[in-house]
């Protein structure tokens, strides 16, 4: 009976422990030998409570589950930062380092800006089996309301918008990227240098108004502040990169910098134009801090300094190409022979330096400038003589599959000069203050409040020098199309200008951010069913779930800006609303389980001032009076944390109603966006998105993602007339004799599908460990999307109604680690690997599935005058392998 009540006492004693308490933070902290160092303070920033470490250097603190907290360690004038990312479970077995006279900011997991910002989860980028290696391919897998139907490019749409409409900041500094872009293949590598990428922030919309004036998402990249000397290095049949880190001057500085190099002609040739391809991508990039004034951990200067240079160079001769398009019952094919050849050149130059300040951890100061240039070039003259063959459909025929009839020749000349010189500079100031937390109170009705405040100002010049020769002909059966009134032969999309355009804007915002956390003590009657080899019994006790708040939190701001080139002013407030209620239950077996959830609400104003090529029309002319897009979003959403086999997974979801007036209306040929270059439409977007992740493999991450978009836009001013013959049936809509209809009516289009109108989109990042072979892991990124609206080449938006054919992309990586953290003993002795923390080989098998995915159509006319759309095809499958070491 003794020992009977000793065991249930204890199994009370643990279930109160386990089920009842919120998690913990529990380490040690030592110092630069490995000895413990008792009396260390530890601090969680906004609590005016803190702990000691014992005479072994253990510590413990409780704190609230899922979450963010900033520990702040401190022994005499040493002081150490970390961050921490707190799920149900506890955080245990944390080794702190406290260094001599240094400030270490450790960034363990994301600390997520803003509520309307998601914080990517930790996925290495080089397990992701990716084409082109730019790192904003995570971003197509796993954003919310991203669509991209090109795996060449590193654009993507969000939430019906277009590429130019994104932001993307590194360490606050926004980056810009080339502009004459025509085709996936010419882009090259993006800013982005995955080796240095520590946190990932997103927002699909609904951001705050620190963030600047674009309409549609924002990507928010944090380099990494490395701790020692480290680096990477990769190769592969596509190119390769390496990169080194670490700190200098005492460890007042650190240190990251890198090179990549890429030659994509291997996976190009996969593409229906076969030729010669000599793409060659480099770039470098570095990012410097230093300490010039450290104090303590609440006091600092520090100075930054970010610069990048790449060049791109896509040089192609095409020689031929087949393509065979239709029906089971109408099926033909287009052969093409090419003379000539294309040379498109990007050099861009990026560099920025600052200063932060930090005053005792409530006032932080930016003051920085960067500077943008771009020289950019894309010359081409291609001859391209045609056939349009029709093919045997009928299986039982001999020649099923071959060609039948020539139902169409001809020949294409495209010629090009285009040459653009960028400069962007701006200088900006933005800022930070935390007011002092408060309790307001007494009891279970305890509430601590905290409040920010932030604000920005920001100056920018702008200089465009662009000069277009462009010019295309198209001779279909010995007629150029289009065909003129005289002998003289018309050429197509005609484009002769010389553009010169400056400008400066000045932009800010001012931001303020309220916190409320409300205590409560809940007291819970609990049974426990405990289980013997000869009886059942039961527990009965009262569980104290201390310290369960409820959060309410709000954010208010404005940003105004004002433009000289058309003397445009705007004025854009925001707010949001986030909720975070706590409620607990009882598993069958009285366990006390959590589930949390953060309701969130955003809407407010968001103006794109127009950058050159919004201004420059279909003809190459600029339209001076163009002003602002302008966008109305309303965006509600939940943050869902739970626990599934044992492990913490996180669901996303939000819905969202964009209204958008004072829109420009384009149109996309491949990458190339084309503007009409007047403000003469309106447009809307709805849907919603969801996304969950988690360890669905334990150790390591994969996610799913699911999106509704429906964006249709009307421009104002269209319209075509239907004409009638005698009978009163239709004969040629949009006929006109000397611009008067006769015998017709007129009708307005209205509401018609915006280009990027994809109405469904499903993506899967999945990554597996092989049992009992844990060493080799497997990752699968799947990508499907439904049609996307085109249209003939007329400049017609109204026309543009057709449906391209779906989606779909599978890549599959396998990846074998050599060495790893747990085998890397077993190479200490080897003189070449010992210096090794990493190696390993991946095999990509791209497009696995072999699908034909459409990019564009090229328009051809047959004898008969009728007008065939030839779908642009997307790579095809290809194998790749790579070789990644760490050290």
Do not use: C
């Amino acid at each position: 009976m003794l020992h009977t009540y000793i065991l249930l006492t204890l199994f009370a004693l643990i279930g109160t422990h386990s089920w009842g308490q919120n998690p913990t933070i529990s380490g040690v902290v030592v110092d630069e030998d490995g000895s413990p160092i008792e009396g260390a303070s530890i601090r969680i920033d906004g609590d005016e409570l803190d702990s000691r470490t014992d005479k072994n250097g253990i510590f413990s603190i409780t704190v609230l589950p899922n979450d963010t907290y900033n520990l702040r360690f401190s022994y005499a004038k040493n002081y150490t930062n970390i961050k921490v990312r707190v799920g149900e479970e506890n955080v245990e077995n944390m080794s702190i380092t406290i260094q001599d006279k240094t400030l270490n900011q450790i960034e363990i997991v994301q600390v997520r800006p803003t509520d309307f910002v998601d914080g990517f989860p930790p996925v290495e980028f080089s397990k992701i089996p990716t084409a082109t290696g730019n790192f904003e391919d995570i971003i197509k897998a796993g954003g919310l309301g991203v669509n991209s139907n090109n795996e060449l490019t590193a654009n993507y749409n969000v939430r019906g918008g277009n590429y130019d409409e994104n932001l993307i900041y590194v360490n606050g500094i926004q980056i810009y990227r080339p502009f004459l872009a025509r085709s996936g293949q010419q882009e090259g590598l993006s800013f982005i240098n995955p080796a240095f990428v520590e946190n990932i922030f997103f927002s699909s919309g609904g951001f705050d108004s620190f963030y600047g004036d674009k309409l549609s998402s924002v990507l928010d990249i944090r380099y990494r502040d490395p701790l020692k000397f480290g680096g990477t290095a990769q190769a592969s049949l596509m190119g390769g990169q390496a990169h080194v880190e670490g700190r200098f001057a005492r460890n007042r500085g650190s240190y990251i910098t890198g090179v990549r190099y890429r030659a994509n002609s291997y996976l190009l040739n996969s593409l229906p134009t076969q030729g010669d391809y000599n793409p060659t991508f480099f770039d470098y990039q570095f990012l410097t801090n230093f300490y010039l004034k450290f104090d303590d951990q609440d006091n600092y200067i520090k100075w930054y300094t970010l610069g990048h240079f790449s060049t791109n160079n896509y040089r192609f001769e095409p020689k031929n190409r087949t393509t065979s398009w239709g029906t089971v019952n109408e099926a033909y094919q287009l052969r093409v022979f090419f003379e000539g050849q294309e040379e498109t050149k990007f050099q861009t130059f990026t560099a920025a330096t600052g200063f932060e300040v930090l005053k005792n951890n409530r006032l932080k100061l930016n003051f920085v400038t960067s500077v943008f240039h771009s020289v950019e070039s894309e010359h081409f003259d291609i001859l391209g003589e045609y056939w349009i063959n029709e093919l045997e459909t009928d299986p039982s025929q001999e020649e099923f599959g071959d060609s039948t009839a020539n139902v169409g020749v001809g020949g294409i000349l495209d010629h090009a000069r285009n040459d653009l010189n960028v400069w962007i500079g701006n200088v900006y100031h933005d800022g930070k203050y935390s007011f002092k937390s408060h309790i307001k109170g007494e009891g279970e009705n305890q509430k601590l409040k905290s409040a920010d405040l932030f604000w920005g100002v920001k100056l920018q010049f702008e200089s465009f020098e662009d000069k277009l020769s462009e010019w295309h002909l198209i001779d279909s059966a010995g007629y150029s199309i289009p065909q003129g009134q005289s002998d003289i032969v018309e050429l197509k999309d005609v484009i002769k200008q010389d553009n010169f355009v400056e400008s400066y804007r000045t932009s800010g915002y001012i931001q303020y951010t309220r916190n409320s956390v409300k205590n409560k003590v809940v007291i819970l009657d609990l049974k426990r069913k405990i289980k013997t080899d000869t009886s059942i019994a039961y527990i009965y006790y009262q569980d104290t779930l201390d310290r369960s708040p409820a959060k309410f939190s709000y954010t208010i701001g404005t940003r105004a800006g004002y433009r000289t080139y058309n003397q445009e002013g705007w004025f854009t407030p925001r707010a949001s609303v986030t909720f975070t209620p706590r409620t607990y239950f009882l598993s069958e077996d009285s366990t006390v389980l959590r589930r949390n959830m953060k309701l969130r609400m955003a809407s407010g104003l968001y103006y794109q001032p127009p950058l050159y090529r919004t201004m420059r029309g279909i003809d190459g002319t600029i339209n001076s009076d163009i002003v602002s897009q302008k966008s109305w979003h309303n965006v509600i959403g939940a943050d869902v944390y739970f626990n599934l086999w044992g492990r913490s997974f996180k669901f996303i979801t939000e819905a969202y109603y964009k209204y958008m007036w004072d829109v420009v209306p384009y149109e996309i040929d491949n990458v190339r966006i084309r503007y009409y270059g007047e403000n003469n439409a309106v447009a809307y977007a709805y849907g919603f998105d969801a996304k969950v992740n988690g360890e669905f493999v334990p150790g390591v991450e994969s996610f799913f993602r699911v999106g509704y978009l429906n964006t249709k836009e009307d421009i104002l001013d269209d319209f075509y007339y239907t004409y009638f013959n005698s009978d009163g049936d239709t004969i040629r809509p949009g006929y006109t004799f000397n611009n008067t209809p006769v015998d017709s009516s007129r009708t307005e289009p209205g509401f018609i599908p915006r280009p990027t109108d994809q109405r469904l989109t499903f993506t899967v990042f999945f990554q597996d460990k092989m049992p009992r072979f844990e060493n080799l892991k497997v990752s699968t990124n799947l990508t499907m999307g439904t049609p996307l609206p085109y249209g003939p080449p007329t400049f017609e938006r109204y026309k543009d109604i057709l449906r391209t054919k779906s989606y779909l992309r599978l890549d599959l990586g396998f990846m074998y680690e050599i060495i790893n953290p747990k085998s890397k003993e077993s190479f200490s002795e080897k003189a070449v690997f010992k210096h090794f923390e990493q190696m390993t080989v991946s095999l990509d098998a791209f497009n696995l599935l072999g699908v034909n995915n459409i990019i564009s159509y090229q328009w051809l006319q047959d004898i008969a005058g009728r007008y065939y759309a030839i779908p642009n095809h997307l790579t095809g499958r290809r194998i790749n392998i790579r070789l990644t070491l760490k050290f």
